[in-house]
């Protein structure tokens, strides 16, 4: 790293809204000489990456779990919404702060109390979501032109998302910008046809009804579209730091923010119910989309192909950053690649059987983010977070632990009792299965209750000495350091 005197400012790297220019920025807080964008991004990039046909799948359930079209349509609804509503106030610290979430989470959590909900729910859902959007890419490719294996499918998609997390933040807003009005045409059509073809022939299934009850049906039906958006809370302000830090701005960042994920989000998974509810026994979703669209088949099918580009390019970046966030001392060149080979690996390993593997993969994210989320509101109130004169105690290595930890792990850990996975159900869950899924509700009150009692006492664990000076970046992203006062990394000049 290079070296930077006392007081100076963080490196202005010329960046601006330069699109073919790879940005210099790792998860350095961004300089107000870089600050540019406009509010209305946050609805561009946030409704193409809902335009994307795993909330199709989740919507697909709907049948199989008893419920009936206004059951499901209520469902997708109230959880679509609030998940959106917290992703709109997270998408709003971006700006204020100009820094990532993940970085952001290090002030109630610790600088390396912080690792352990980065290490998992942050690096973990990029590779995992990664892998599950080329699985769908790769089986519509492959449904499109029968010749072409899986594997070559989801290698090429790889390939081509991998460049483009490269080139980084600049390069997916100008992409998701032109992906959303191509999908919104693309899953317009598709749901016209849904409507028309499907609508007639949705009946609820009465097992659904004996295994999960009806009210319970409904809460763990919800909780599929509030744990979607759940797994996007930790990545939230990574594609909003650059924005001007104004008011006026940040209240339109969290209004678009809100927007285009629910609409995109409510939108898609009533289509897949009526999608759902017209599927042959055992079909899978790509096979159900393919009957339902007949001769439209083929542009139904690249739209979905086209839709996994605008989630991945999210879902790459976001893990990358949350490798530098871990310190490790590598680029974030290097950190997509890596992404992008283990999301690879997983999905040829993952493409059969994806369905169970995906619900398994969502739900134990979105368990373990849920009181996180919660940590991250609390402290941007109580602990008025707000403050851009705070933003240097977000990279002083001194602070190894606050109570925010606590406040997640005991949340985490009371949800335990009350999770539904393939492979574990908890005590309460299997002893109430009427009840629904009720581990996100669970962690994210036992979180915050935690973090209510807590906050104001005394530091955790900090140690004495100075502090190790900035953050991980590497050398091909940022080599800038932020400037230090008296040992304490300070950010008087990003102050406003």
Excluded at 87 to 111: D, N, T, W
Aim: charged share 10%; net charge positive; aromatic share 14%.
């Amino acid at each position: 790293m290079t070296a930077v005197s006392p007081g100076s400012a963080p490196a202005d790297r010329q960046y601006r809204d330069k699109v073919a220019t790879v940005e210099p920025y790792g998860v350095d807080a961004i300089p107000d000489a870089e600050r540019h964008g406009k509010a209305t991004s946050q609805m561009s990039i946030w409704f193409a990456a809902g335009m994307n046909f795993p909330i199709m799948v989740l919507g697909f359930y709907a049948v199989g779990m008893g419920l009936s079209l206004t059951s499901a349509v209520t469902a997708i609804l109230v959880g679509s919404f609030a998940g959106s509503v917290v992703m709109g106030i997270l998408s709003r610290m971006g700006g204020r702060l100009g820094v990532a979430q993940q970085v952001q989470a290090r002030g109630p959590l610790g600088f390396f109390g912080n690792f352990a909900p980065v290490a998992y729910v942050n690096v973990f859902a990029g590779i995992g979501w990664a892998a599950v959007t080329v699985i769908l890419g790769a089986q519509a490719a492959h449904s499109l032109v029968h010749g072409i294996p899986f594997w070559l499918a989801a290698l090429v998609l790889v390939s081509l998302q991998l460049v483009v997390a490269i080139y980084g933040y600049n390069m997916i807003h100008y992409l998701q910008r032109i992906l959303a009005v191509v999908l919104f045409a693309g899953f317009l059509m598709i749901t016209i046809v849904a409507i028309h073809r499907g609508s007639h022939g949705y009946t609820a299934s009465k097992a659904g009804v004996a295994t999960y009850g009806h009210a319970g049906g409904w809460i763990t039906f919800m909780g599929y579209f509030l744990s979607f958006l759940i797994a996007w809370w930790p990545f939230a302000s990574d594609y909003s730091r650059y924005l001007p830090d104004t008011d006026r701005v940040s209240r339109a960042t969290g209004l678009w923010t809100f927007a285009g994920n629910f609409i995109s989000l409510s939108w898609l998974g009533i289509a897949g119910a009526l999608l759902g509810g017209s599927a042959a026994s055992g079909q899978t979703p790509i096979d159900a989309l393919h009957t339902l669209t007949g001769s439209l088949a083929v542009p139904a099918l690249l739209t979905i192909l086209l839709s996994s580009f605008s989630q991945n390019f999210l879902n790459v970046y976001g893990g990358a950053i949350s490798i530098q966030t871990l310190r490790i001392p590598v680029s974030r060149r290097t950190a997509v690649i890596f992404i992008c080979a283990v999301a690879y690996v997983i999905s040829l390993w993952a493409g059969n059987g994806f369905e169970a593997k995906f619900k398994t993969f969502l739900f134990l994210g979105a368990y373990l983010i849920a009181p996180f989320g919660a940590v991250l509101l609390l402290d941007w109130v109580l602990n008025k977070r707000y403050d851009r004169s705070k933003i240097g105690e977000l990279y002083d290595t001194r602070r190894i632990l606050e109570w925010g930890f606590v406040a997640w792990l005991v949340g985490s850990l009371a949800s335990i009792p009350f999770w539904e996975l393939s492979f574990y159900t908890g005590p309460f869950a299997k002893a109430h299965p009427h009840s629904g899924d009720l581990s996100y509700f669970v962690g994210f009150a036992v979180g915050a209750i935690v973090f209510l009692l807590v906050h104001k006492l005394p530091p955790l664990w900090h140690r004495r000495g100075p502090s190790a000076v900035g953050p991980a970046s590497g050398p091909s992203d940022s080599d800038a350091v932020t400037p230090i006062h008296g040992g304490v990394i300070s950010a008087s000049p990003l102050d406003g």
